[in-house]
Structures are given as structure tokens and as C-alpha cells.
T-cell receptor
Framework: KQEVTQIPAALSVPEGENLVLNCSFT??????LQWFRQDPGKGLTSLLL?????REQTSGRLNASLDKSSGRSTLYIAASQPGDSATYLC????????FGDGTTLTVKP | NAGVTQTPKFQVLKTGQSMTLQCAQD?????MYWYRQDPGMGLRLIYY???????DKGEVPNGYNVSRLNKREFSLRLESAAPSQTSVYFC?????????????FGEGSRLTVL
């Protein structure tokens, strides 16, 4: 059974700092991995989708990497802003989607 | 482009009442899903549909029924609501086969059962 872990559960950083969020999974036989952002009281917004054959994907200040052999993905956020404050979830997908519990990020002005 | 639209956004029910949550997507997606999100439990799959006319149970289907009315719409019905069904419900969809393409979520329906 696939298990997805996101550590830490919460992270607080000052504005402008570069940061990395982690996503670990136990079964490397995945189809793809997707990162989401969830604001309080809102739905999940797709940030990046990485196919199993890819090593990384970039969108603006976001860069997601995937290392299937080690069962890890990271989401790098450059020059963080208060507007980046949200919960970030990863989902590992093959046959079904397995979600992590998320990392709640607070960026302080 | 509206994406995935859910109605209602908020609902309060009494135990034993029934209701239907509506979901519609305008992206021509084949696969659709219903999840519930609870504190400490994460996202759990209730039902899913690989294509129009097909539905299957997910992890927590008890107490729910679904209908894939057409390619756009996928509804979730609570026949006799229970307090344990108090939750935030999300509809999601993706293009192509189950759990392959990019997954898109609606804004959620917040249900309280008294």
C-alpha cells in the first residue's frame, strides 16, 4: 500500500527566503506526482505535475523535482512572499491517487 | 473557463435528511472523483467514475451514492445523513484514464449534519 509523508507538518519563514518542501512515498512504481496548494476554506489548486519519466518541472518561482528511486519529491519555492502562505499537498498517482497530509507554510512579512 | 463547479458551497442538514451534491466540469474530462477531507484524516476517495455511465467505490463509500449523469456531471447523494458525514466534500476531474492526467478540484462543499 502506497504511503505518502510530508515533513514538516508546518513551516514558518521570513519573506524573501528560499525554501524546500518534502514529499516521500513508499512505492516507487508511480505514474506521476502532482503538487497542490490549498488556501484556508478553499479547494486544491494544481501547481505542478511531474510525469514518472521526468526529473523536474518549473513554473515561475516554483520548481518540483522527482527521484523515484529514493521515493522523494521536493517543491522549491524561490524568494518566498506572504501570498505563498498556504498548505501544500503532494499526490502520488498510479491506479489511484494517494495524498500526503500537507505542509502548512507561513511566510512572515 | 469555470473548471470544476460544485453546488451548494455550504449546507446544514439534520440527521436522517437526504441531499445531493452537484459537480460539473467544462474541460471535457473523462474521469471524475468525489473526495472528503477531514482534519487528521486527509483526503479520502468516496466514489469515482472513469467515464460516462460507469461508477466505482473508493475507500469510504458507505452512506453515499453517485450518478454520472453525462460526461460533464457527477453527483453525490447522501440518502440518510449522519453526523459522521460532516465534512468538506471535493469533486475532482482529469482528462484521460483514471489518475493519469492533471487533477483539477472544485472549491468544495461544506456539509454539517446536526
Amino acid at each position: 500500500k502506497q504511503e505518502v509523508t510530508q515533513i514538516p507538518a508546518a513551516l514558518s519563514v521570513p519573506e524573501g527566503e528560499n525554501l524546500v518542501l518534502n514529499c516521500s512515498f513508499t512505492d516507487s512504481a508511480i505514474y506521476n506526482l502532482q503538487w497542490f496548494r490549498q488556501d484556508p476554506g478553499k479547494g486544491l489548486t494544481s501547481l505542478l505535475l511531474i510525469q514518472s519519466s521526468q526529473r523536474e518541472q518549473t513554473s515561475g518561482r516554483l520548481n518540483a523535482s522527482l527521484d523515484k528511486s529514493s521515493g522523494r519529491s521536493t517543491l522549491y519555492i524561490a524568494a518566498s512572499q506572504p501570498g505563498d502562505s498556504a498548505t501544500y499537498l503532494c499526490a502520488v498517482r498510479r491506479g489511484k491517487s494517494t495524498f500526503g497530509d500537507g505542509t502548512t507554510l507561513t511566510v512572515k512579512p | 473557463n469555470a473548471g470544476v463547479t460544485q453546488t451548494p458551497k455550504f449546507q446544514v442538514l439534520k440527521t436522517g435528511q437526504s441531499m445531493t451534491l452537484q459537480c460539473a466540469q467544462d474541460m471535457n474530462h473523462n474521469s471524475m472523483y468525489w473526495y472528503r477531507q477531514d482534519p487528521g484524516m486527509g483526503l479520502r476517495l468516496i466514489y469515482y467514475s472513469a467515464s460516462e455511465g460507469t461508477t466505482d467505490k473508493g475507500e469510504v463509500p458507505n452512506g453515499y451514492n453517485v450518478s454520472r449523469l453525462n460526461k460533464r456531471e457527477f453527483s453525490l447523494r447522501l440518502e440518510s445523513a449522519a453526523p459522521s458525514q460532516t465534512s468538506v466534500y471535493f469533486c475532482a476531474s482529469n482528462l484521460g484514464q483514471l489518475n493519469t492526467g492533471e487533477l483539477f478540484f472544485g472549491e468544495g462543499s461544506r456539509l454539517t449534519v446536526l
